[in-house]
């Protein structure tokens, strides 16, 4: 048997405040706009009641026009993501493995990065079209860089013991990186998936917001420039929803701490 003295503590120490006060803080926010909503101060039409945004998240999960929207941006949002990471991952490699094309590119990945990608569009649009192809590239250009700058600080942090170990046994390059970097990589991946998740859908909703005729970011234009803001809303719940879960799918299968 467990000594009573020794699972007061250990219980104590389980017991973490850290749920609580999000759900807290959650419902404090939702509390708040149902107030707003109901007193008066701004116009009914831009901030609908909770009632009001969960009928129409309702009728939208009930729509086949809304999954057949929902479909083409989860796939572009997923090719986005397999292209810009796959990309990141291999720009990073060499950045950070190789201190002279360190030096030489990637301030200029530190320069671009903080630029806001919708100025790349036009340029996107010409090379891609206006189908999904501009949306995909969108979405990928937006979740390369954060993960070229993870992968590359997290090359820069293996440590040289293994490197030297792996020169002993004279590791060719592909065998050196399957085997000794990515390895060691797998947070600093991670951490670049988490942001380039994100930015990603960012990308290309914002792509399809402004030149598209299908897709979530399409919905939910449509539904603004008609005034039906909650199912404007609802349709960005949505988005957040995905977005939020995908982050904690990486943060959970790839062991992350703070999840």
């Known amino acids: 048997m467990v ?57 939208l999960l009930t729509s086949a026009n809304f999954y057949w929207n929902l479909e083409l941006t989860a796939i572009e949002v997923a090719v986005s993501l397999a292209l810009g990471a796959s990309a990141g991952i291999v720009v ?3 950045l950070g493995a190789r201190p002279f094309a360190g030096k030489a590119f990637e301030p200029y990945v530190h320069y671009l990065a903080p630029t806001p990608k919708i100025v790349f569009l036009p340029i996107l649009l010409v090379l891609f079209g206006v189908g999904p192809g501009s949306k995909i590239a969108m979405g990928a250009l937006s979740c390369f860089f954060p993960m070229v700058l993870s992968v590359a600080s997290g090359v820069r942090q293996v440590d040289p ?35 380039g998740s994100g930015v990603a859908i960012i990308g290309c909703l914002l792509a399809e917001i402004k030149m598209s005729n299908r897709g979530l970011g399409f919905l939910v234009m449509q539904y603004y420039s008609q005034f039906r803001i909650p199912y404007m809303y609802a349709a960005l719940l949505v988005a957040f929803i995905i977005a939020a879960g995908g982050n904690a799918v990486i943060a959970r299968y790839l062991r992350l701490p703070g999840k």
Do not use: H
Not at 168 to 176: A, C, E, M
């Open 161 to 195: 013991v293994l490197l030297r170990v792996g020169r002993s046994f004279n590791l060719s390059i592909l065998q050196t990186v399957r085997k000794i970097y990515l390895p060691a990589l797998v947070a600093p991946i991670a951490t670049g998936l988490r942001l």
């Open 92 to 94: 990073g490699l060499v």
């Open 3 to 59: 000594d009573a003295r020794l699972a007061g503590p250990a219980a104590a120490r389980s017991w973490s405040p850290v749920l609580p006060l999000r759900v807290a803080t959650m419902l404090a926010l939702l509390v708040i706009w149902e107030a707003v909503a109901r007193s008066g101060l701004v116009f009914e039409g831009v901030v609908p009641s909770l009632v009001a945004i969960g009928g129409a998240l309702a009728d």
